[in-house]
């Protein structure tokens, strides 16, 4: 990964859209509508907010018609496909994009910022029921950016206008809650959609909407931004909650190197990890150890290391059935962990169509999964795909046969687009909500397709940018099938390789920074732009409720705001003591030059182990000091522990502020290098 902005070339266009529903249609409707929008113009710009959301609102019941739920409601039926708007015609496509945008603005300005995102995205979701409506699927970075086929006369500038304003406006929202990473996205898609137009379309039009100029103002932010944390506060209670990061002191003898890329699981009050690496040239690891959940500082404890002729132990998933810890590494053989015993030993599974589906050695960075005595795996790359495959697999392990079943996708190229399933991938995140027996579903998001890596090899789908997913799906455990799920509330931006966690006791998801390799950032202070971002932001998604899954309530995201924070991150690990509900953190990678430290070059990795409290019952927030927080962040983007990088609670030295130490541990370790370099005078107690 280069720390260095490149000039990359542009994106290949994808393929023309091509469909019935691009036809005009009746264009009856507008005389019908025009007094409406008129007056809702006028109400607005004389500030009347109210009144002009009455207008528009009235606007869009006409254009869609009676018996037609708009917003598309977000509960168990995902609220993300319509027939509706696939069959819709442009005339009546391009005036409901236009009152979707005038009812946000109106939402916005009655500081309604839930339902004013509700209303932009329904714009996003306007967009891509077009593009399901084409006559052949296509890869989401081409539905991105997707090239439509009209006549110059027919409103395709007004397509693109609409569209950009809804995103631009949603990156206002997003930035009013704090949540910078998914407000720069948003505006850097936005951006990107500019860089694209069709040459039929004047550009001078979008300059007054998104510019380079505004967008060298958000790529400056960080994900959360040091310069913001000290004031945060949870104002929308219905978008955002108060949290806190507390790094815990893990007794040094019985420490572990730093890595990421481990699997991991937990079984009877043991957190356990396996393999890893401590960068992406090395060293592999192979060795296993587990932390007592109950008293997590005092440490890690040894196990047999991992016995098979894999060299690289990384990137894989353990699925835990009846005391057996189970490693998927892509080859019919699996191998798996007597957690009674504690030996190794491994049984022979086959393919349910005889033929093995990964060709090629080295599978990893694939999601997994187990839900009840089946371990589901899904994407993941290996010999001859780099960009990442969407293999959709399940094994029973109760079956004696052993047998895996193909579900959904491919597993080698060529790979084929397909609506109805998640997209080709690396990284992706996946847990399962397994609450409700009959009910039970496997959540899968976000992730990325290594485009880059592709192009390198000269592989299918290649090009100079990687392409990061924002997309959310659910899959029926019992009924089978993909649904994708709209993301309703305050979520994350697009990203791969996050941190996750489903706390079964608090009925909800956790995840936690990861990495974009789209997204560009502009460290002013330091003279460098990256071509990719790395994240330390935090998020909770609340599914329907458990006593009733079919309940009204949509489900919904809300960003966790906090003071202080681990160090911007991926491939960490959130995992949660299932007894107590206690989340924790552990590990992970970034690159040094993004957050620069004192001694690594390319990437470093990390070891630390933190606590996450959040403001909810449950939460285990009544012990945080929200004053002591805001003191000790206070901290600028680069004043961080001097010796491991952490931003969190540390405490200044008093010799003038030269170093920060977030714990005792890291100022025994550094105190040596500090007292040399900044010629520290004062005596460590």
């Not at 330390?536 to 009733?548: K, V």
Request: glycine content about 8%; aromatic content about 14%; some cysteine.
């Amino acid at each position: 990964m280069s720390a260095v902005m490149d000039n990359n070339e542009p994106e290949v266009p994808g393929p023309f859209l091509r469909s019935a529903a691009l036809e005009i249609g009746d264009t009856s409707f507008l005389e019908e509508i025009a007094p409406l929008r008129r007056e809702g113009d006028q109400l607005f710009s004389r500030k009347v907010y109210q009144a002009a959301l009455g207008k528009f609102k009235k606007t869009a019941r006409v254009i869609v018609g009676d018996g037609f739920e708009i917003p598309l409601y977000c509960g168990e039926g995902g609220g993300f496909r319509s027939k509706k708007y696939m069959e819709m015609k442009q005339a009546k496509r391009l005036a409901l994009m236009e009152c979707c945008v005038q009812i946000a603005r109106c939402l916005r300005e009655l500081e309604d910022y839930e339902q004013s995102l509700i209303w932009v995205e329904e714009v996003e979701v306007i967009v891509r029921n077009l593009c399901f409506s084409n006559t052949e699927a296509m890869f989401d970075w081409h539905a991105d950016l997707p090239r439509i086929e009209w006549n110059p006369n027919d409103g395709i500038e007004q397509f693109y206008v609409q569209r950009v304003r809804a995103l631009c406006l949603a990156s206002d929202n997003y930035l009013s809650l704090w949540n910078t990473g998914t407000a720069a996205q948003r505006r850097h898609l936005a951006y990107k959609i500019t860089q694209h137009l069709p040459p039929n379309v004047n550009s001078i039009t979008f300059r007054g909407i998104v510019s380079s100029a505004a967008m060298f103002l958000f790529y400056q932010f960080r994900h959360p931004d040091p310069q913001m944390t000290k004031d945060l506060m949870a104002n929308e209670e219905s978008l955002q909650v108060m949290g806190s990061w507390s790094k815990i002191e893990v007794q040094r003898d019985r420490n572990i190197p730093p890595r990421f890329g481990f699997a991991s699981f937990i079984w009877k009050g043991r957190y356990y990890i396996v393999g890893g690496e401590k960068s992406h040239s090395g060293p592999y690891y192979k060795d296993m150890h587990y932390i007592e959940l109950s008293n997590v500082s005092t440490g890690w404890h040894d196990l047999p290391s991992y016995p098979g002729d894999m060299i690289r132990v990384s990137g894989w998933k353990i699925g835990v059935y009846q005391d057996k810890a189970y490693f998927f590494n892509g080859r019919p053989q699996l191998d798996y962990f007597d957690l009674v015993t504690e030996r190794w030993g491994s049984v022979r599974t086959r393919p349910a169509d005889r033929q093995w589906p990964y060709p090629e050695k080295d599978f990893m960075d694939y999601a997994g999964v187990l839900v009840k005595s089946k371990f589901y795996v899904f994407g993941g790359t290996h010999g001859n795909v780099t960009t990442g495959c969407n293999l959709f697999m399940v094994l029973d392990l109760s079956d004696p046969r052993l047998e895996w079943k193909k579900l959904t996708g491919h597993a080698s190229q060529p790979l084929v687009p397909d609506w109805n399933c998640p997209g080709p991938r690396r990284h992706p995140t996946i847990w399962a909500d397994e609450r409700v027996p009959g009910s039970e579903r496997i959540y899968l998001m976000f992730g990325e397709a290594d485009r880059a890596g592709a192009k390198f090899r000269r592989e299918p789908q290649g090009s100079s940018e990687s392409y990061s997913y924002g997309d959310f799906w659910s899959w029926d455990v019992n009924q089978g099938g993909w649904r994708r799920e709209r993301m309703v509330g305050n979520p994350p931006c697009a990203r791969s390789e996050m941190a996750y966690t489903f706390n079964e006791k608090l009925g909800m998801a956790f995840v936690f920074g990861g990495y974009s390799p789209s997204l560009p950032a502009d460290y002013v202070e330091e003279g460098k732009k990256f071509s990719f971002t790395y994240f330390a932001d935090t998020f909770i998604y609340i599914p329907p409720s458990a006593s009733s899954p079919s309940a009204t309530s949509a489900p919904k995201w809300k960003h966790v705001l906090t003071r202080g924070f681990p160090t911007y991150r991926a491939q960490a690990q959130l995992f949660t003591d299932p007894d107590t509900g206690k989340i924790y953190l552990f590990g992970g990678y970034t690159n040094s030059q993004f957050v620069p430290d004192k001694k690594h070059e390319i990437s470093r990795s990390f070891s630390d182990v933190w606590q996450l409290k959040i403001n909810i019952p449950g939460g285990y927030f009544d012990d945080v000091d929200l004053e002591e927080e805001t003191k000790t962040a206070m901290a600028g983007p680069w004043q961080r522990c001097f010796n491991c990088g952490n931003a969190g609670r540390w405490k200044k030295c008093s010799c003038g502020g030269r170093a920060f130490f977030c714990d005792s541990q890291c100022m025994k370790e550094g105190w040596k290098e500090h007292k040399e370099r900044h010629h520290c005078a004062n005596v460590r107690k």
